[in-house]
């Protein structure tokens, strides 16, 4: 059963920061796409950032130079390092998977989610 477990939120000021990590676990081997994307009450869910067992990542505009994500492959886990955080950065954060081989910012193609969880910036 495949499981993906989120740690980390909280809430900080602006300009501070958080690190948020996700835990996957019941794939054989590793998910080729680990994600995280995050969605404010009212809107859609949206693409913070992604990474590919090969190494590849892309971040979201409003992301890019303050956040970043990381992979420990061996473990299974995917962190998101953000710094510089603005109250606008407030929202559910979710770590999302995907087995097979393609990253994508489309919150559809993605198989596998975790809980949430929540991530607030005070200004």
């Known amino acids: 059963q495949v499981q993906l477990v989120e740690s980390g939120g909280g809430s900080v000021q602006s300009g501070g920061s958080l690190r948020l990590s996700c835990a996957a676990s019941g794939y054989t081997g590793s998910p080729y796409c680990m994600a995280w994307f995050r969605q404010v009450s009212g809107k859609e869910r949206e693409v913070v950032a992604y990474?590919?067992?090969?190494?590849?990542?892309s971040y979201a505009e409003p992301v890019k130079g303050r956040f970043t994500i990381s992979r420990e492959i061996a473990k299974n886990t995917v962190a998101l390092q953000m710094d510089s955080l603005k109250p606008e950065d407030t929202a559910i954060y979710y770590c999302a998977a995907r087995a097979s081989n393609l990253c994508s910012r489309d919150q559809t193609n993605y198989n596998d989610w975790g809980q949430g969880i929540q991530v607030t910036v005070s200004s």
């Open positions: 990474m590919a067992t090969s190494g590849i990542r």
